[in-house]
């Protein structure tokens, strides 16, 4: 069955940066469209990045342009979401996904943005 593994967040002041990873399995990795979502405290899921497979064309909310970048590495089944200048808002509990919206997820990492 499918598993995402989500890792790498944690406690960081504002405007600074945090790399997230994500290792799947249970799935052929390389042919799957893949994403990153976030659930801020007390709110709903939120779509943050999406990244495809040939050619892995990569999207963003756009509250999140030019500051995250989304990349995978397919011979190591790992999805990574690159984090800069973070913000307060950022917030959140971030999970990879099969899906937009993120139905089918991992079990999440949080990042807090705090001073």
């Known amino acids: 069955q499918v598993q995402l593994v989500e890792s790498g ?10 790399r997230l990873s994500c290792v799947a399995s249970g799935f052929t990795f390389s042919s799957y469209t893949l994403h990153w979502v976030r659930q801020p405290p007390g709110k709903g899921r939120e779509w943050v990045s999406t990244i495809a497979t040939v050619p892995p064309n990569t999207f963003y909310a756009d509250s999140v342009k030019g500051r995250f970048t989304i990349s995978r590495d397919n011979a190591k089944n ?12 950022d917030t959140a509990l971030y999970y990879c996904a099969t899906d937009p919206s993120g139905a089918t997820r991992g079990q999440g990492t949080q990042v807090t943005v705090s001073s």
């Open 9 to 18: 967040g944690g406690l960081v002041q504002p405007g600074g940066s945090l």
């Open 78 to 89: 790992t999805l990574y979401l690159q984090m800069n200048n973070l913000r307060p808002d």
